[in-house]
């Protein structure tokens, strides 16, 4: 089992930045591929940034590329999510996930809800015109 909690939500106006942390619980954190999803009231939930177990794979949503950045420390058991130039379409509650990755090269990264076996309650983000 991994608990994951999220933090660094909150309003912030359009053109601005926050950053996202999600702390996991086990301190086999580094055998786990990351992920950060959003999801809106009536809508389903919706990939954004994924890293591999080894952090050296990453990869974006067409709608966050070039201005959000998923990064991961093992040394701290932490995902983060960088966000910039945010829009007040990225108003959404976002999710931390993660994965039990068991292929030896570590570089994989998932990007379907499917895939992902715990989930954090969610950080809400607001981005205000």
């Known amino acids: 089992q991994v608990q994951l909690v999220e933090s660094g939500g909150g309003l912030v106006q359009a053109g601005g930045s926050l950053r996202l942390s999600c702390a996991a619980s086990?301190?086999?954190?580094?055998?786990?591929?990351m992920g950060w999803f959003r999801q809106v009231p009536g809508k389903e939930r919706e990939f954004v940034a994924a890293?591999?177990?080894?952090?050296?794979?990453?990869y974006y949503a067409d709608s966050v590329k070039g201005r959000f950045t998923i990064s991961r420390d093992d040394a701290k058991d932490t995902v983060n999510l960088q966000m910039n130039s945010l829009k007040p379409e990225d108003t959404a509650v976002y999710y931390c996930?993660?994965?039990?990755?068991?292929?030896?090269?570590?570089?994989?990264?998932?990007?379907?809800?499917?895939?992902?076996?715990?989930w954090g309650q969610g950080t809400q983000v607001t981005v205000s015109s």
């Open positions: 996930a993660a994965h039990l990755d068991k292929y030896a090269s570590g570089r994989t990264y998932y990007t379907g809800r499917n895939e992902y076996e715990y």
């Open positions: 086990r301190r086999t954190f580094s055998s786990y591929a």
């Open positions: 890293i591999s177990r080894s952090g050296g794979s990453t």
